[in-house]
Protein backbone atom coordinates (compact mmCIF):
# COMPACT_ATOMS: atom_id res chain seq x y z
CA UNK A 1 0.00 0.00 0.00
CA UNK A 2 0.79 3.98 -0.83
CA UNK A 3 2.58 4.89 2.19
CA UNK A 4 0.43 7.65 4.03
CA UNK A 5 -2.37 9.39 2.08
CA UNK A 6 -0.27 10.85 -0.74
CA UNK A 7 -0.05 9.71 -3.81
CA UNK A 8 4.33 9.29 -4.43
CA UNK A 9 6.19 11.18 -6.81
CA UNK A 10 9.58 10.60 -8.12
CA UNK A 11 11.95 13.63 -7.11
CA UNK A 12 8.87 15.44 -5.98
CA UNK A 13 6.75 16.17 -3.03
CA UNK A 14 3.92 13.54 -3.07
CA UNK A 15 0.56 15.03 -4.54
CA UNK A 16 -2.92 14.55 -3.03
CA UNK A 17 -5.46 12.13 -4.35
CA UNK A 18 -8.20 14.58 -4.64
CA UNK A 19 -6.08 17.26 -6.81
CA UNK A 20 -5.38 13.56 -9.14
CA UNK A 21 -9.10 12.49 -9.35
CA UNK A 22 -9.99 16.29 -9.97
CA UNK A 23 -7.31 16.45 -12.91
CA UNK A 24 -8.09 12.92 -14.16
CA UNK A 25 -11.99 13.64 -13.81
CA UNK A 26 -11.42 16.75 -16.49
CA UNK A 27 -8.30 14.27 -18.64
CA UNK A 28 -5.76 16.87 -17.86
CA UNK A 29 -2.34 16.04 -19.07
CA UNK A 30 -1.33 16.49 -15.31
CA UNK A 31 -2.90 13.37 -14.21
CA UNK A 32 -0.95 11.40 -16.82
CA UNK A 33 1.99 13.13 -15.58
CA UNK A 34 1.22 12.01 -11.59
CA UNK A 35 0.30 8.62 -12.75
CA UNK A 36 4.17 8.14 -14.62
CA UNK A 37 5.92 10.14 -11.73
CA UNK A 38 4.17 7.52 -8.98
CA UNK A 39 5.39 4.97 -11.43
CA UNK A 40 8.88 6.14 -11.28
CA UNK A 41 8.31 6.36 -7.29
CA UNK A 42 6.93 2.59 -7.53
CA UNK A 43 10.00 1.30 -9.45
CA UNK A 44 12.50 2.99 -7.25
CA UNK A 45 10.89 2.00 -4.10
CA UNK A 46 10.84 -1.93 -5.18
CA UNK A 47 14.01 -2.22 -6.67
CA UNK A 48 15.47 -0.51 -3.45
CA UNK A 49 17.64 1.76 -5.99
CA UNK A 50 16.64 5.57 -6.56
CA UNK A 51 18.59 5.50 -9.29
CA UNK A 52 16.44 2.62 -11.09
CA UNK A 53 13.86 5.29 -13.12
CA UNK A 54 17.32 6.25 -15.15
CA UNK A 55 19.24 3.30 -15.20
CA UNK A 56 16.76 0.05 -14.92
CA UNK A 57 16.73 -1.55 -18.04
CA UNK A 58 12.45 -1.56 -19.00
CA UNK A 59 12.43 -5.03 -19.67
CA UNK A 60 13.71 -5.87 -16.77
CA UNK A 61 11.81 -3.79 -14.82
CA UNK A 62 8.66 -5.71 -16.29
CA UNK A 63 9.78 -8.61 -15.08
CA UNK A 64 10.49 -7.26 -11.45
CA UNK A 65 7.09 -6.21 -11.53
CA UNK A 66 5.98 -8.95 -13.03
CA UNK A 67 6.99 -11.10 -10.00
CA UNK A 68 5.97 -8.40 -7.38
CA UNK A 69 2.43 -8.87 -8.73
CA UNK A 70 2.71 -12.78 -8.18
CA UNK A 71 3.21 -11.54 -4.07
CA UNK A 72 -0.01 -9.88 -3.94
CA UNK A 73 -3.34 -12.02 -3.38
CA UNK A 74 -5.85 -9.64 -6.29
CA UNK A 75 -9.08 -8.95 -4.03
CA UNK A 76 -11.90 -11.52 -4.65
CA UNK A 77 -14.11 -9.06 -5.75
CA UNK A 78 -14.33 -5.00 -6.99
CA UNK A 79 -16.20 -4.61 -3.44
CA UNK A 80 -13.55 -6.47 -2.06
CA UNK A 81 -10.45 -4.28 -3.25
CA UNK A 82 -13.83 -0.67 -2.86
CA UNK A 83 -13.25 -1.54 0.71
CA UNK A 84 -9.39 -2.06 1.12
CA UNK A 85 -9.12 1.37 -0.50
CA UNK A 86 -11.44 2.87 1.58
CA UNK A 87 -9.57 1.30 4.47
CA UNK A 88 -6.54 2.98 3.71
CA UNK A 89 -8.51 6.56 3.55
CA UNK A 90 -7.26 7.81 -0.03
CA UNK A 91 -10.29 8.59 -1.51
CA UNK A 92 -12.14 11.72 0.05
CA UNK A 93 -14.64 10.44 -2.81
CA UNK A 94 -16.98 7.25 -1.77
CA UNK A 95 -17.62 4.63 -3.91
CA UNK A 96 -21.14 3.11 -4.31
CA UNK A 97 -21.47 -0.58 -3.25
CA UNK A 98 -21.98 -2.80 -4.33
CA UNK A 99 -20.14 -1.36 -7.06
CA UNK A 100 -21.48 -1.26 -10.88
CA UNK A 101 -20.59 0.25 -14.09
CA UNK A 102 -21.57 4.04 -14.45
CA UNK A 103 -20.51 4.86 -18.04
CA UNK A 104 -19.22 2.91 -21.02
CA UNK A 105 -15.43 2.95 -20.61
CA UNK A 106 -15.46 4.74 -24.31
CA UNK A 107 -17.25 7.94 -22.16
CA UNK A 108 -13.68 8.25 -20.32
CA UNK A 109 -11.87 9.04 -23.26
CA UNK A 110 -10.18 12.18 -24.30
CA UNK A 111 -12.18 14.31 -21.61
CA UNK A 112 -9.74 17.31 -22.35
CA UNK A 113 -9.95 17.36 -25.76
CA UNK A 114 -13.86 17.12 -25.72
CA UNK A 115 -13.95 19.99 -23.15
CA UNK A 116 -15.84 16.85 -20.71
CA UNK A 117 -15.87 16.90 -17.09
CA UNK A 118 -16.99 13.15 -14.93
CA UNK A 119 -18.32 12.84 -12.09
CA UNK A 120 -16.07 11.54 -9.46
CA UNK A 121 -17.98 8.99 -7.75
CA UNK A 122 -18.51 7.61 -11.34
CA UNK A 123 -15.39 8.08 -12.30
CA UNK A 124 -14.09 6.22 -8.67
CA UNK A 125 -16.68 3.36 -9.29
CA UNK A 126 -15.76 2.60 -12.70
CA UNK A 127 -11.59 2.83 -11.90
CA UNK A 128 -12.10 0.21 -8.97
CA UNK A 129 -14.15 -2.03 -11.08
CA UNK A 130 -11.65 -1.56 -13.82
CA UNK A 131 -8.64 -1.92 -11.78
CA UNK A 132 -10.00 -5.03 -10.47
CA UNK A 133 -10.59 -7.01 -14.24
CA UNK A 134 -7.41 -5.66 -15.74
CA UNK A 135 -5.09 -6.66 -12.55
CA UNK A 136 -1.81 -7.52 -14.34
CA UNK A 137 1.61 -5.84 -14.08
CA UNK A 138 1.42 -6.29 -18.15
CA UNK A 139 -1.63 -3.70 -18.31
CA UNK A 140 -0.60 -1.67 -15.54
CA UNK A 141 2.89 -0.88 -17.94
CA UNK A 142 0.57 -1.09 -21.15
CA UNK A 143 -1.12 1.97 -19.45
CA UNK A 144 1.96 3.89 -18.44
CA UNK A 145 3.85 3.42 -21.13
CA UNK A 146 1.30 3.27 -24.25
CA UNK A 147 -1.55 5.61 -23.07
CA UNK A 148 -1.31 8.95 -24.98
CA UNK A 149 -0.85 11.58 -22.04
CA UNK A 150 -2.65 14.19 -24.29
CA UNK A 151 -5.71 12.09 -24.45
CA UNK A 152 -5.78 9.31 -22.19
CA UNK A 153 -9.07 7.24 -20.89
CA UNK A 154 -9.25 8.68 -17.40
CA UNK A 155 -10.67 5.42 -15.99
CA UNK A 156 -7.16 3.54 -17.10
CA UNK A 157 -5.35 6.20 -15.43
CA UNK A 158 -7.11 6.01 -12.31
CA UNK A 159 -7.24 2.46 -12.23
CA UNK A 160 -3.49 2.28 -13.33
CA UNK A 161 -2.89 4.33 -10.31
CA UNK A 162 -4.98 2.54 -7.22
CA UNK A 163 -3.27 -1.25 -9.27
CA UNK A 164 0.07 0.70 -7.96
CA UNK A 165 -1.44 2.25 -4.74
CA UNK A 166 -2.07 -1.32 -3.48
CA UNK A 167 0.53 -3.21 -5.00
CA UNK A 168 3.44 -0.69 -3.48
CA UNK A 169 5.92 -2.07 -1.52
CA UNK A 170 6.64 -1.05 1.71
CA UNK A 171 10.62 -0.29 1.71
Not at 38 to 50: E, I, K, N, Q, V
Not at 106 to 118: C, I, S
Not at 137 to 149: C, G, M, P, Q, T
Request: charged fraction near 20%; charge should be negative.
Amino acid sequence: MFPGRHIPQYDDRPESWDRFLDKAAKGSAYAFDMLTQADLAYMASLTGDPTAPQSQDLGDYARLLQTHFTEFTKPATPDDLSREIQSAQWLSVKPRLPLSPQRPHEKYNALWADGRTVPLVDLVNDSIIHCHTSWSAKWLLNVINNEDSMNYNSVNVVAAMLMLAVTWKAT
